[in-house]
């Protein structure tokens, strides 16, 4: 004779584990902790003061900042190298790809408060030229405001 088998009927577990969770979602915790500082791009310039209103930008808007040096070097805020020094030209180009690209791209000039302003000129032009609309320029706020 043989036994009739028995079965158990097992309940569905409705416990998740979520310690593997919390394991990568601390290590993403770090490790956006240790590149967060790394991603501050650019070329350290003394910006002139000025009372200016600030620039609101959507959250859909990019921005590309031109930078211009003390000694009238132009550097980009984007690609792979931004402390690269770039000629007008090469700005000029690379700007005007991106605004074909992207048209709602903000464009900004930031230049030393000890650059001859014909040079900040020259370049506002050229990107002008560039097919850029509108360039704005990047101040600081004067002290006796702040």
């Known amino acids: 004779m043989t036994k009739p ?3 158990t009927k097992r309940k569905p577990v409705s416990e998740i584990n979520v310690v ?4 990568v979602m601390l ?7 240790i590149t967060a500082p790394m991603m501050v791009q650019g070329v350290k310039v003394e910006l002139p003061d000025a ?3 600030p620039i609101t930008l959507d959250n859909d808007q990019d921005m590309v900042i031109v930078s211009i040096d003390a000694k009238g070097v132009y550097y980009l805020n984007i690609g ?3 402390k690269q020094p770039k000629s007008k030209e090469q700005v000029a180009d690379i700007v005007s790809k991106i605004v074909k690209a992207k048209p709602k791209t903000v464009v900004l000039v930031e230049g030393d408060s000890r650059v001859p302003y014909g040079v900040v000129v020259t370049m506002m ?3 002008q ?3 850029v609309a509108d360039v ?5 706020i004067p002290a006796s405001e702040q």
């Open 129 to 131: 030229k560039a097919g």
């Open 125 to 127: 032009a050229a990107l």
């Open 5 to 7: 088998k028995i079965t």
């Open 51 to 53: 009372d200016a209103k």
């Open 136 to 140: 704005g320029l990047i101040t600081e």
């Open 20 to 23: 593997p969770y919390l394991d």
């Open 27 to 33: 290590v993403l915790l770090v490790v956006f902790m």
């Open 80 to 82: 792979g190298d931004p």
